[in-house]
């Protein structure tokens, strides 16, 4: 069995990421519409092309890459120039498709049959606070509504409440939970949740971690430590490291991204709260200088508001005006 959205499911996706990019179009993308309306392409049309990215946090270094590579292209009208755009802001989102990672690959969520020997293994990573137990439980409801079968491991044995929290996703959803005491060994409930996840026949096992990183050296012992528990498990490293990242912490969510792709490896982003943003370029700079894929975004308040990340419709939604 593989994963693959049908026609139906990616047309209400589209529209979910629409809604959801609505506070972002509606802030700074806004400018968007009346500087592309102009009659020439000036000094001043770019500075304030350039200014737009920026507040929307593409990132100066990305931002600079993106307006230096447009420059050198002669448009006869702004119109010619926004279509450039739309497609060097894709070309970025979509030349990091193909990583490192095992389990996904465009719009397919789950490989071919050799590709991987279930369980397959998805460590999630993050800080705390930027939504990961939330996006476990929503990755949950996704395959478990496509017919695989999931465990949670409660590897965030640092907070009561997150064990408390995963706990009551699975109750919602209907996945099971392998959870030990509060201040337990991480990686002893990995090891608890593959052997579960083995004698059950599961398919996936996704396995949450803590994110304090105020203490880098302990993250990355920690961390470690839970790789090397996986790998032997299942003889192979995690088949992907999920980073989340809160699209609300702007430029913050770039620092993230370089501490955990150094200690855990990460191999996909999920985009948690994106219709609570106002603001979602980080997602531009994180493939330009991570080498790294947004998989799945955060549309809204539902079980079901976690969806594939599709980079067309992305741009498409951001770019959008009444004149498209």
């Not at 491991?153 to 959870?179: C, E, H, N, P, S």
């Amino acid at each position: 069995m593989r994963f693959r959205r049908s026609q139906k499911e990616s047309d209400v996706d589209h529209a979910k990421i629409q809604e959801a990019t609505k506070k972002t179009r509606l802030s700074v993308f806004s400018r968007v519409t009346g500087l592309f309306g102009a009659d020439a392409i000036t000094e001043d049309f770019w500075e304030e092309l350039e200014e737009i990215l920026i507040s929307a946090d593409v990132g100066v270094k990305t931002s600079f890459e993106i307006l230096d590579n447009l420059k050198t292209q002669k448009f006869k009208t702004p119109l010619e120039l926004k279509k450039a755009l739309r497609h060097s802001l894709v070309q970025i989102l979509e030349s990091v498709e193909e990583t490192t990672g095992k389990l996904w690959r465009g719009n397919e969520l789950w490989p071919d049959a050799e590709t991987i020997n279930p369980p397959a293994v998805v460590l999630v990573v993050g800080v705390n606070g930027s939504g990961k137990t939330t996006v476990i439980g929503r990755l949950a409801s996704l395959y478990i509504e496509q017919g695989y079968s999931v465990i949670a491991a409660a590897g965030d044995t640092y907070r009561a409440a997150a064990i408390d929290q995963l706990q009551a996703w699975g109750q919602k959803i209907g996945f099971d939970v392998i959870a030990q005491q509060p201040g337990a060994d991480p990686a002893a409930v990995a090891f608890d949740a593959i052997n579960a996840g083995k004698a059950r026949a599961c398919d996936l096992i996704i396995v949450d971690t803590a994110g304090r990183l105020q203490n880098k050296s302990s993250l990355m012992e920690e961390l470690g430590k839970i790789k090397r528990v996986i790998t032997r498990q299942i003889d192979r490293e995690p088949d992907e490291v999920l980073l989340v990242v809160d699209s609300t912490t702007g430029q913050n969510g770039l620092a993230q991204a370089e501490v955990f792709t150094k200690e855990a490896g990460v191999t996909s982003i999920a985009l948690s709260k994106l219709d609570g943003a106002g603001r979602g370029g980080i997602v531009f700079a994180i493939a330009q200088e991570y080498g790294l894929p947004v998989r799945f975004v955060g549309v809204g308040e539902q079980a079901s508001d976690l969806i594939p990340f599709v980079p067309e419709a992305f741009v498409e939604a951001l770019l959008l005006d009444r004149d498209d």
